[in-house]
T-cell receptor, first 110, second 114 residues
Framework: GIQVEQSPPDLILQEGANSTLRCNFS?????LQWFHQNPWGQLINLFY???GTKQNGRLSATTVATERYSLLYISSSQTTDSGVYFC????????????FGKGTHLIIQP | EADIYQTPRYLVIGTGKKITLECSQT?????MYWYQQDPGMELHLIHY???????EKGDLSSESTVSRIRTEHFPLTLESARPSHTSQYLC?????????????FGPGTRLLVL
């Protein structure tokens, strides 16, 4: 099946800093989503982005499907941005369920 | 955003008990999914459904079973709970809309089997 690798696995930043999270995937995808999992375990949709660029406030994402990677940018980090960020994909030939990467654990210090 | 509800949110139960985790969505989505997530780990697909009377096993082998009798309801059952079933279980749903198929997740059920 399709493989999803996220980097870095852990990231500690000061409030106000910018960050870039990366997601590499091993095959063509029909779906790519970025999620933020909060400390209570809730998965919050950030972007549906199998290709192209999207922005939502301080967050933006870019997926280059031909090179099989996606980037999530967080600008002017706030402590509430802390948590785990997951990239998840649906491969071109598989079932519609998402395959998740192992996530990036982000800690924003005040 | 889809409205997806899961009950119970937390469950502590003894070995050998039968349990059913409930999942309901109010958006009329045809596709629904169950994922399992161990602490500090990624999610793995264990079951999915394309609609009423459709159920399929996911990538991760699971001793649980599911049913889809109504569009809005996708319960997961463990006939005999074991400590190895201790995990978080998350339900999701999706539907193709304007070329995009976003999966929306419920709040999850944290299961502890003693």
């Amino acid at each position: 099946g399709i493989q999803v690798e996220q980097s870095p696995p852990d990231l500690i930043l000061q409030e106000g800093a910018n960050s870039t999270l990366r997601c590499n995937f091993s095959d063509s995808v029909n779906n790519l989503q970025w999620f933020h999992q909060n400390p209570w375990g809730q998965l919050i949709n950030l972007f549906y982005i199998p290709s192209g660029t999207k922005q939502n406030g301080r967050l933006s994402a870019t997926t280059v499907a031909t090179e099989r990677y996606s980037l999530l940018y967080i600008s002017s980090s706030q402590t509430t941005d802390s948590g785990v960020y997951f990239c998840a994909v649906v491969g071109g030939g598989g079932a519609d369920g998402l395959t998740f990467g192992k996530g990036t654990h982000l800690i924003i210090q005040p | 955003e889809a409205d997806i509800y899961q009950t119970p949110r937390y469950l502590v139960i003894g070995t050998g008990k039968k349990i059913t985790l409930e999942c309901s969505q109010t958006m009329g989505h045809d596709k629904m999914y169950w994922y399992q997530q161990d602490p500090g780990m990624e999610l793995h697909l264990i079951h999915y459904s394309y609609g009423v009377n459709s159920t399929e096993k996911g990538d991760l082998s699971s001793e649980s079973t599911v049913s889809r009798i109504r569009t809005e309801h996708f319960p997961l059952t463990l006939e005999s709970a074991r400590p190895s079933h201790t995990s978080q279980y998350l339900c999701a749903s999706s539907e193709l809309d304007s070329g995009e198929e976003t999966q929306y997740f419920g709040p999850g059920t944290r299961l502890l089997v003693l």
